[in-house]
């Protein structure tokens, strides 16, 4: 059974920062794209960032360039979200994905696999 597990997710003031975690299991991503979008109240699901498994690349949306970074470890299957400078307009409900179609996506529909999805709160 294929599974995507956030956490990490949690309120922090304007400037902080936190690291969210995606743990996988269920088979191999090594040939993914690793995604993470996010969900505000009353908004559509959002492109944050991407990862191929395989090599590294990344991809981010503008308004996080310089301030998120997303990776992954290998060893320990797990894909992560360094979020830094937080501000209010981060919060939302951050999920994980996989793409099994290695094109990079920012478009939620390409993505085979989602994870629960774990809430930020930046207070202002």
């Known amino acids: 059974q294929v599974q995507l597990v956030e956490s990490g997710g949690g309120l922090v003031q304007a400037g902080g920062s936190l690291r969210l975690s995606c743990a996988t299991s269920?088979?191999?991503?090594?040939?993914?794209?690793m995604g993470w979008f996010r969900q505000a109240p009353g908004k559509e699901r959002e492109f944050v960032a991407a990862?191929?498994?395989?090599?590294?690349?990344?991809y981010y949306v503008d308004s996080v360039k310089g301030r998120f970074t997303i990776s992954r470890d290998n060893a320990k299957n797990t894909v992560y979200l360094q979020m830094n400078n937080l501000k209010p307009e981060d919060t939302a409900v951050y999920y994980c994905?996989?793409?099994?179609?290695?094109?990079?996506?920012?478009?939620?529909?390409?993505?085979?696999?989602w994870g629960q999805g774990t809430q930020v709160t930046v207070s202002s």
């Open positions: 994905a996989a793409d099994s179609t290695r094109l990079m996506s920012t478009t939620a529909n390409r993505y085979d696999y």
């Open positions: 269920g088979r191999t991503f090594s040939s993914y794209v």
């Open positions: 990862i191929r498994w395989s090599g590294g690349s990344t």
